[in-house]
């Protein structure tokens, strides 16, 4: 065991230069450290030396040394952030001052022309009691052509009516398309309403603030009928609950489906573009966003659906050399049962795609490789061979035994009905369909022998 605390300070009293002292103490934690467990050789070197850090104290130095490495990269790394958050503060703030000029602008000059207009009604309100107004008490009204009394032709004294009337009209219909003639009294009424829809419109729905292009399109509606207005003036009384801004007065600005069709149309939500897509995708016909749904809509967006599948599947397998045969045998998606977990099944799949490991295949990507029928050695090994004619392969096909002196589109059909290809909604040939599995198998089975053994003998007999 190590000397005492006290034995050891004890010691260093009396002679802290002792040779058979083998203990160095820690310059930082003042731990004495056994001197085999140093880097010093003696202890005349262990003096001679500055400092001794103990192997804890170097530790805690290398710990040290990482944390404020670390916090030096993690403090230049929140530099960074905070740099480019600043920058795109700065940016949001730029376009915000721009689009605030912009709007500035554009009400400058609507400010413009309401005071051109302004004036304008002004000098048409000012002209037209000159004109047309009713005479006071006490004067006498112009004489005019239109309202002189005609004489009789024989000095009777009974005048005709004056043509005041036909006037009057004529004045009116002399006045620009753009300036109102003087309200009538009945129109005193519609002051307010008309008031209400000529004020400025810069504020929009809160739930148009979250997309910059709602505000845009109702900018324009907004211009085309305070427009609209002002072109018609006093003579049509626009109190339609479409056009009235003034909620409290008669209803919303926009009627609901002016709403919900500019909304639809203006926010790209991940809905409308995959919605979108899928209509250009499947040609359904078009159809309003804010109708009202029909009954029978979605049975007919699923036929159109299925109808664009099953011409793109068609198109696709007609497309390809291997499916020739599958795609004139078969013209619609559908669930085959024809397959279970059984080696024949999957055979059965690979010949009614037409990509059955026959030599007739394998040859056309392996040059000088022989394509007759190692089984029967009679004709070349292709799937029609296979499966209808091969005399060596078992069980044989009683109804098709004499397959190979009838017609070529006969032979196809009975390729096609052994395959289990059918009309729709027509049942396979079971017994048929099973034959052509166990027949697949054992030319499987027999080309795996001869692989393994060489000739063909020994092939097995079901």
């Given at each position: 065991m190590p000397p005492s605390k006290k034995t050891r300070q004890t010691r260093r009293s009396k002679s802290v230069e002792r040779a058979d002292d083998?203990?160095?103490?820690?310059?930082?934690?003042?731990?004495?450290?056994?001197l085999e467990h140093t880097q010093f050789t003696c202890i005349e070197e262990a003096e001679a030396a500055v400092t001794f850090?103990?192997?804890?104290?170097?530790?805690?130095?290398?710990?040290q040394a990482d944390f404020t490495r670390r916090i030096k990269?993690?403090?230049?790394?929140?530099?960074?952030?905070?740099?480019?958050?600043?920058?795109?503060?700065?940016?949001?703030?730029?376009?915000w001052e721009t689009e605030c000029r912009s709007l500035e602008d554009r009400l400058?000059?609507?400010?413009?022309?309401?005071?051109?207009?302004?004036?304008?009604?002004?000098?048409?309100?000012?002209?037209?009691?000159?004109?047309?107004?009713?005479?006071?008490?006490?004067?006498?009204?112009?004489?005019?052509p239109a309202n002189k009394v005609e004489e009789h032709d024989e000095g009777g004294d009974a005048p005709t009516k004056p043509k005041d009337e036909r006037a009057a009209s004529n004045m009116e219909n002399n006045i620009g398309p753009h300036e109102s003639p003087t309200p009538r009294a009945s129109d005193a009424n519609a002051s307010p309403a008309r008031a209400a829809m000529e004020i400025d419109q810069t504020q929009f729905p809160e739930w148009?603030?979250?997309?910059?292009?709602?505000?845009?399109?109702?900018?324009?509606?907004?211009?085309?009928?305070?427009?609209?207005?002002?072109e018609l003036g006093p003579r049509v009384e626009?109190?339609?609950?479409?056009?009235?801004?003034?909620?409290?007065?008669?209803?919303?600005?926009?009627?609901?489906?002016?709403?919900?069709?500019?909304?639809?149309?203006?926010?790209?939500?991940?809905?409308?573009?995959?919605?979108?897509?899928?209509?250009?995708?499947?040609?359904?016909?078009?159809?309003r966003l804010t109708e009202k749904p029909q009954r029978d809509r979605r049975t007919k967006v699923r036929e159109a659906v299925q109808e664009a599948e099953s011409a793109s599947w068609r198109t696709m397998a007609a497309g390809k050399p291997a499916l020739s045969f599958y795609s004139k045998a078969k013209q619609a998606i559908e669930k085959e049962p024809l397959y279970e977990n059984s080696k024949g099944s999957g055979l059965l799949c690979e010949a009614r795609c037409g990509m059955l490991r026959t030599r007739l295949l394998r040859a056309t990507y392996t040059p000088n490789l022989d394509t007759t029928c190692p089984l029967c050695?009679?004709?070349?090994?292709?799937?029609?061979?296979?499966?209808?004619?091969?005399p060596a392969l078992k069980p044989q096909v009683s109804a098709t035994s004499s397959a190979a002196a009838t017609p070529p589109e006969q032979r196809q059909k009975l390729l096609a009905m052994a395959l289990g290809f059918r009309e729709p909604q027509e049942q396979p040939q079971w017994e048929t369909v099973e034959t052509t599995k166990r027949r697949l198998e054992h030319w499987w089975c027999a080309n795996y022998l001869q692989d393994r053994t060489g000739p063909a003998a020994n092939t097995p007999n079901q």
């Open positions: 083998p203990w160095v103490m820690c310059s930082r934690c003042k731990a004495w450290i056994a850090l103990c192997p804890r104290c170097e530790i805690l130095d290398v710990i990269q993690e403090a230049e790394n929140w530099k960074l952030a905070v740099a480019n958050l600043a920058a795109k503060l700065d940016e949001k703030a730029a376009k400058g000059e609507e400010q413009k022309l309401r005071e051109n207009l302004q004036a304008k009604l002004d000098a048409v309100q000012a002209v037209q009691p000159c004109c047309c107004g009713s005479p006071e008490k006490g004067t006498e009204p112009a004489t005019t148009t603030s979250e997309n910059s292009s709602l505000q845009s399109e109702y900018t324009k509606w907004n211009a085309r009928m305070k427009e609209l207005c002002r626009f109190a339609s609950t479409n056009w009235v801004p003034n909620k409290e007065l008669y209803n919303d600005l926009y009627s609901e489906e002016t709403v919900a069709y500019i909304h639809l149309k203006c926010i790209n939500t991940k809905w409308v573009l995959r919605t979108k897509r899928l209509a250009e995708r499947y040609e359904v016909a078009p159809c050695t009679l004709e070349e090994e292709s799937i029609e061979h296979i499966v209808l004619r091969c």
